[in-house]
Each structure stands twice: as C-alpha cells, then as structure tokens.
C-alpha cells in the first residue's frame, strides 16, 4: 500500500522540477475542468462512504474498503483505504487531500453518453507534433482521471491508427485509455466489460 498527497515544487527548484510542476499545472487546470461536471451532478467527495466505487487518476475503477484514522508525523489524519478493482492495489488517501489528488465517484449512464458523443466525433484535428509531446499532452489528460479526457485519448489514438501504424508507446496509451474507459463504463452501465469493448469497437469500426 502507498500513501498519496499532492506534489508540491519548493522554490529555486531546478530545470527538471520546474517541467514537473507545469505538467502539474496542466494537470490541475483539466480536473478543474471537468470538476464542473461532477459539482453539477453532486458528485462530491464529501459524499464518499465505504462500499463506494471511486475511480483513482491513471489506476481506475476502486472500492473504498474503510475510512481510517492514522498518525502521520505526530499528526492524525482520515484516510480512505480504496483497492483497485482491476489490480488489487491498495491505495490510502487523505479524505483532506482527496479533491485534488482527482479522487471521484464513477461516472453515471448521462456521462457516459457524453463519452459515447466524444468517441464519434470524427471532426477533429490530430496534432502533428512529435509523438513525445503528444505523449506528455495525452499522459496529462490520463492523469486527470476525468472520463472525458480519457475518452479523447482514445478517440484521437484510434483515429491515428487508421491512418498509420502507431509506434509501442501509442500503443500502450492506447490500450491504457481504453482499459480505464471499459472498466468506469461497465460499472457506470451495470454491464459486462466484454459487453461495454463490443460498443467500443462498434464506434470505431
């Protein structure tokens, strides 16, 4: 099990640390975002109890096991203690700090509409730029945990593929967008994984 909280970037930090944190920002600035939808549809992290299903930013779909309290540098906090269902990763949140780790309730069948809407778009542009910035972009997007970044993840990749061959790191962002989309979706619509890939594939077909 590890213990999560949000990074932070101390002053006179170097190059490296400096890249980190605007990557950070970036990242705050999407979950903000999308953090629109989830206040419009009270999905609130003050309405968390065990028993949950709650999706953890770049792991997935998990289930809040137990609220507990911990000593942590002469300090006690309440944690969520959530496993990730498709792994069996035990992650341990501070209930303080779960907002801006992006800690949210799984998505219901009106976002998953929306994320349907998102997938058939077809009237995009595919950035150009070199796969390793398109990479951080869409890392970026993963890491907000918002179901509709994911979906355009998906949705831009997918399109890319049938127009060349995507390289391994596409790939596996691919296949990690897809895999964090069928497993929120199944559970958002009460059914079968393999059920939920068959729509998937149907969309882009």
């Given amino acids: 099990m ?8 101390p002053k006179g930090c ?3 640390e400096r890249d980190f944190s605007s990557e950070w920002s970036a990242v705050l600035a999407a979950r903000a975002r999308s953090r629109i939808y989830w206040k419009e549809h009270s999905l609130s992290i003050k309405s968390f109890k065990v028993g949950d299903k709650v ?6 779909v998990g289930e809040i096991n137990a609220l507990k309290a911990k000593n942590i540098g002469g300090t006690e906090a309440q944690f969520f203690e959530i496993a990730i269902i498709e792994t069996g990763m035990k992650i341990s949140v501070p209930v303080g700090q779960a907002e801006s780790v992006g800690l949210r309730k799984v ?9 349907y809407q998102i997938l058939r778009t077809r009237t995009i542009k595919i950035d150009t730029q070199t796969w390793n910035r398109r990479f951080r972009e869409y890392s970026q997007k993963i890491k907000t945990g918002s179901v509709f970044e994911i979906a355009e993840v998906l949705r831009d ?22 895999s964090l989309l069928v497993s929120e979706i199944a559970i ?3 059914r079968s994984q393999e059920k939920v890939m ?3 594939q149907e969309i882009f077909a």
């Avoid at 999706?55 to 997935?60: A, D, I, L, N, R």
């Avoid at 998505?107 to 994320?115: F, H, I, L, P, S």
């Avoid at 890319?160 to 995507?166: A, D, G, P, Q, R």
């Fill in 55 to 60: 999706v953890y930013p770049g792991h997935g």
């Fill in 14 to 16: 170097n190059r490296f």
């Fill in 157 to 178: 990749l997918s399109v890319l593929s049938s127009e060349k061959e995507l390289s391994f790191g596409e790939k596996k962002m691919l296949d990690m967008a897809q």
């Fill in 198 to 200: 068959g729509e998937l």
């Fill in 107 to 115: 998505v219901d069948r009106k976002a998953v509409e929306k994320v």
């Fill in 2 to 9: 590890y213990f999560v909280s949000a990074p932070t970037v």
């Fill in 188 to 190: 958002a619509k009460s």
